[in-house]
């Protein structure tokens, strides 16, 4: 069975990371919400989520992919949590998907991941990092690294990581259940 870790932050979006998680698990991969503290985390949006394990545990186990919602401050969070820049390094290295969406691809360039690669984010967010070839699509790939836009992309950012996970006809199940 595949595996995805999600990685949640104070003040990260809760769209992005509820679609995400719902998403995948529908689709039959293995995920599992990781808060970068223990307890419960409120996101950006002051709802409240209960991951299922910390990053701590987490960094303790192998994931063929990782998911890092916006929002802020959850991207700042995750940016100044250097377990975070390490397993992002160490995952891209093991030639694993490496992902995030919203603000949270500046975390990815912040570990020098998207020198000279394509992605997109959300406006601005990518701002600080002139090496990156920024692309407005609502999903972008560089191999197996994918970054999406912001909120109103979750769900085509969900399916398509889906879909690399699990294949074209999975995704295709998953996404006539939506009734979208």
Partial sequence: MKSALVLFAEGSEELEAVTIVNILRRGGVSVSLAGLTGGALRGSRGITLQP?????????????????????PGTNNLKADARVLQL???????????????AAPSVLATAGLLDGKRATSF???LNNFPNVNLQASAVVEDG?????????????????????????????????????
């Avoid at 299922?52 to 998911?67: H, P």
């Avoid at 160490?90 to 969406?101: D, G, P, S």
């Fill in 52 to 72: 299922d394990t910390t990053l701590e545990a987490a960094l303790n186990q192998e994931f063929d992919m990782i998911v890092l919602p916006g929002g802020q």
């Fill in 88 to 102: 992002v390094k160490k995952m891209h290295a093991q030639e694993k998907y490496v992902t995030a969406i919203c």
């Fill in 123 to 125: 406006p601005t967010a």
């Fill in 144 to 180: 197996k690294l994918i970054t999406s836009r912001g909120p109103g992309t979750a769900m085509d950012f969900a399916l398509t990581l889906l879909e690399r996970l699990v294949g074209a006809a999975k995704r295709g199940e998953v996404e006539a259940g939506l009734v979208r």
